[in-house]
């Protein structure tokens, strides 16, 4: 059962009064699509399949008949841990089709985070891959299932790998049921999808989004960006974020466009597949078009095609903009979170006059301010929290009041604990998150920026800056590192001299250092900062005994 539900009245009249919410679901959308754009591609990916509007149809309807035969009822959770591929289309129509809440989850989750999760949210159905990427699923949730309350049903998709129980498969179900012949009608306020959150500072929360919210969204961001059904989205990004399951997938759907999908990132792919389909657009965290730039002055070629690049995650370096307009890419920041879907983005035609200056302003029907410790706005250019309102924001954490309240206020405003600027003319600069500050002896220093001092450092390949305890000044600097494939040793004292010849105040030099094998990373590529706090508190208490 669903709990925590939170819809401000009067913010839910004025969205229907402006047209910002209606009636319809994402059902009624996909079947507008499938009967204007049927036969037309919707979803091709890099291993050759190929599948339009209909045939996408034709292929969720039989699996939604398992859904109903299996006992789902409206409002039901279907959870699924799958990577990039058709499959994951496929189940996201099917739960639409039967009212079913859509649940994707993280291919880096495991045990104890995926029991954790569908015994929060209740997952009715779970679907995973038997084996992918040196993980073999299916003998992960069956050492689990005893352990979920609700779980009545699993699918396995074999793609990669056969069965070894007698567990029902996605390739049995397309071949053996019927396909049904209607969808269930849901309400538009009716929580549509649950998306979980990364999970970078702490354990993981899920995040429930109703048609309104998911419409309006896309919506929007498809007319701002004036996106038509000629477009071709490129999309490597896991689907199982706002990322990719929104803009990957919804977005595209809502106006009879297409999605090229590539199950492993490979940024000399990518740019092949991009060319032989024409992609006009992408999206994605910066990794990916950092990647591509980089192979592209290496070994040459060029994105025919490729219009923009919407670059979300993390905020992007003027000079990477004027490399990718050099190559004929607008490159445009884009900032949201799970809980507030992207609403802020550089628009194409501002790139250049912006030059990674800005994440931009807020689309339309989004409200964002800027406020201090008191919920109070601050002045123009005064750092404070980023809080924004509309129609997009979600409508609670499942089950957990206490935490949704604590970030989303009773006028609908969500405070999402990352802090920016503002300018005259509404854009916002993220700086990073209150979380990422490190307070040393009063002094309030931002993580994410002491990070970009450091990788600089000619040694370091990756590095990620965290607070460490310490009794006297409440926190100092400790930087974890990755070394270069030619380097073999690094020591802090060679950071401070980095450091000291680029003339960077010493406020900001690490007071410790860590250097391991990999930083570890989201789906996204945002640092797990939890994990390594986790370890340097195992670090120092081992050097304490």
Request: hydrophobic share 35%.
């Amino acid at each position: 059962m669903i709990s925590g539900i939170k819809i401000n009245d009067n913010q839910k009249n004025f969205y229907e009064k402006m047209g910002y919410w209606g009636k319809e679901t994402l059902l009624d959308y996909w079947n507008d699509s499938v009967k204007k754009y049927g036969n037309k591609e919707f979803v091709v990916d890099d291993k050759g399949y190929r599948y339009t509007y209909k045939e996408i149809d034709e292929k969720a309807a039989i699996i939604a008949s398992y859904f109903i035969q299996s006992g789902i009822k409206p409002s039901d959770v279907i959870s699924f841990q799958l990577p990039v591929c058709i499959e994951f289309v496929l189940v996201t129509i099917a739960c639409m089709k039967v009212g079913a809440i859509i649940n994707p989850i993280g291919m880096c989750y495991r045990e104890e985070e995926i029991s954790y999760l569908l015994n929060l949210i209740g997952s009715k159905i779970f679907l995973c891959p038997t084996f992918y990427h040196k993980t073999d699923y299916e003998e992960l949730i069956m050492s689990i299932r005893a352990k979920i309350k609700n779980l009545q049903n699993i699918i396995l998709l074999d793609n990669f790998k056969e069965k070894s129980s007698n567990t029902i498969t996605l390739k049995e179900i397309l071949t053996t049921f019927s396909p049904i012949e209607y969808g269930v009608k849901m309400d538009s306020n009716d929580v549509a999808v649950i998306l979980c959150t990364s999970g970078t500072t702490g354990g993981a929360k899920g995040v429930m989004l109703t048609h309104n919210n998911i419409i309006f969204s896309e919506s929007y961001f498809n007319k701002e960006l004036g996106l038509t059904e000629d477009d071709i989205m490129f999309m490597p990004a896991p689907l199982n974020h706002a990322t990719g399951f929104h803009h990957g997938i919804i977005a595209p759907m809502l106006i009879g466009a297409k999605v090229v999908l590539q199950l492993k990132f490979n940024s000399k792919e990518a740019i092949k597949l991009i060319n032989l389909e024409k992609c006009t657009y992408s999206m994605g965290s910066t990794p990916f078009i950092y990647d591509i730039l980089k192979e592209i002055k290496e070994e040459g070629g060029c994105l025919n095609s490729l219009k923009f690049y919407l670059c979300g995650g993390a905020p992007v370096p003027g000079d990477m903009v004027k490399k990718a307009y050099e190559y004929g890419i607008k490159l445009c920041e884009v900032y949201g979170s799970t809980e507030s879907v992207p609403h802020v983005f550089v628009r194409p035609n501002e790139t250049l006059d912006l030059m990674g200056t800005t994440s931009g302003r807020a689309m339309e029907g989004v409200e964002v301010r800027v406020v201090d410790e008191n919920r109070q706005e601050v002045p123009i250019g005064v750092i404070g929290e980023e809080v924004s309102r509309g129609p997009n924001v979600f409508v609670g954490y499942i089950n957990d009041r206490k935490t949704t309240d604590n970030v989303l206020d009773d006028e609908g405003w969500f405070y999402s604990g990352d802090l920016c600027t503002r300018d005259e003319k509404g854009n916002i600069k993220i700086i990073g998150r209150k979380k990422d500050m490190i307070v040393r002896g009063g002094e309030n220093l931002n993580s994410n920026l002491i990070s970009e001092y450091v990788s600089g450092c000619p040694k370091i390949k990756d590095q990620a800056v965290i607070g460490m305890p310490d009794e006297r000044l409440g926190e100092r600097i400790c930087v974890y590192v990755v070394l270069k494939e030619t380097e073999s040793t690094i020591e802090l004292k060679d950071i401070l001299e980095y450091m000291k010849q680029k003339k960077i105040p010493k406020r900001f030099w690490p007071e410790r250092l860590e250097v391991i094998d990999k930083i570890p990373r989201t789906d996204s590529g945002k640092v797990k900062k939890n994990l390594l706090q986790e370890d340097l508190k195992a670090r120092i208490q081992a050097g304490r005994n």
